[in-house]
């Protein structure tokens, strides 16, 4: 019988190129996004399955796993893709806006795993696959609630192995680097439009957003890319946790995990381009 995984967020970028993958894979693939009419991978056919699901929901989420269920038996694998940007000034984000990351980016894949982790364990085990950022490693100026968002889903990821080790359900984190070929930064600036820039921050804003479209010395990955990760990290057997994707997220790492704190900080300024002012006495 062919494996069956459970994506979430799979109207655009990682999403539907996992699913392609998958499919690809031989696998059975439950596609599912907030809108089912959004699909527009192709490859409809008896080894596919589109779900409505709102992450922040939970009925929504018991909904889809059990019509999962229903059509293919168990499941194997879960992916937890769908995520929410947001590029502002944390002065001025309202506190709303806040929660409503946490609530897409954090919350939403813990109440996939309630739901998951329990069906996992009675047909005999399986994977889950949280899809973090380079920002959960290395957080991003203006970007500080969705990486605080990531690191969180990192942290607490890591946390869970120790109590499902003897379960059989193993969990793996995907951490992408910068992908120019998705919507995801289009998305993020229309979220922000809604909130102003104070005008103390109004250069730095403006330096930050040309970055993101000006020529890198460093590769960026492709959403196919990270969904042949995603791929790899849903079928691996190994203890491995993390699966970076990107060359940039080599360089981010190393510096990270490798360097010394006064090193870090040094590229952490240069690469965000950040200018100490000095305190006044």
Not at 115 to 118: L, R
Not at 169 to 195: D, Q, S, W, Y
Not at 260 to 266: D, F, I, K, L, T
């Given at each position: 019988m062919p494996k069956t995984v459970f994506i979430t967020g799979c109207s655009s970028g990682f999403g539907r190129a996992s699913v392609i993958r998958f499919l690809g894979g031989g696998w059975n693939v439950v596609a599912t996004m907030?809108?089912?009419?959004?699909?527009?991978?192709?490859?409809i056919g008896d080894?596919?399955?589109?779900?409505?699901?709102?992450?922040?929901?939970?009925?929504?989420?018991?909904?889809?796993?059990s019509a999962a269920i229903e059509r293919f038996g168990?499941?194997?694998?879960?992916?937890?893709?769908?995520?929410?940007?947001l590029f502002s000034v944390f002065e001025v984000t309202p506190q709303e806006t806040v929660q409503d990351v946490f609530e897409t980016n954090f919350f939403g894949p813990l109440k996939v795993m309630r739901?998951?982790?329990?069906r996992m364990r009675l047909s005999g085990g399986g994977t889950v696959v949280n899809i973090a950022s380079g920002s959960a490693i290395v957080a991003?100026?203006?970007?500080?609630t969705y990486s605080a968002s990531k690191?969180?889903?990192?942290?607490?990821?890591?946390?869970?192995?120790?109590?499902?080790?003897?379960?059989?359900?193993?969990?793996?984190?995907?951490?992408?680097?910068?992908?120019?070929?998705?919507?995801?930064?289009?998305?993020?600036?229309?979220?922000?439009?809604?909130?102003?820039?104070?005008?103390?921050?109004?250069?730095?804003?403006?330096?930050?957003?040309?970055?993101?479209?000006?020529?890198?010395p460093v590769a960026f990955a492709t959403d196919e890319e990270v969904a042949?990760?995603?791929?790899?990290?849903?079928?691996?057997?190994?203890?491995?946790?993390?699966?970076?994707?990107?060359?940039?997220?080599?360089?981010?790492?190393?510096?990270?995990?490798?360097?010394?704190?006064?090193?870090?900080?040094?590229?952490?300024?240069?690469?965000?381009?950040?200018a100490r002012r000095p305190f006044r006495s």
């Open positions: 907030r809108d089912p009419a959004k699909w527009d991978g192709g490859q080894r596919l399955m589109i779900l409505p699901l709102d992450v922040p929901k939970a009925e929504s989420i018991d909904a889809a796993f168990k499941i194997d694998a879960v992916v937890n893709n769908a995520g929410k940007g739901a998951a982790i329990p991003e100026p203006l970007m500080a690191a969180a889903l990192d942290s607490f990821t890591e946390a869970l192995t120790g109590e499902l080790a003897d379960q059989a359900i193993r969990l793996k984190i995907v951490i992408p680097g910068f992908v120019p070929g998705t919507n995801f930064l289009e998305r993020t600036r229309a979220a922000a439009e809604a909130i102003p820039v104070p005008k103390a921050y109004e250069d730095y804003v403006n330096a930050r957003l040309a970055s993101y479209t000006s020529a890198s042949e990760v995603i791929f790899s990290a849903a079928g691996d057997a190994r203890d491995q946790l993390r699966w970076l994707v990107g060359p940039d997220m080599a360089e981010a790492s190393h510096l990270w995990w490798e360097t010394s704190e006064a090193e870090y900080a040094a590229w952490r300024r240069s690469h965000f381009g950040i």
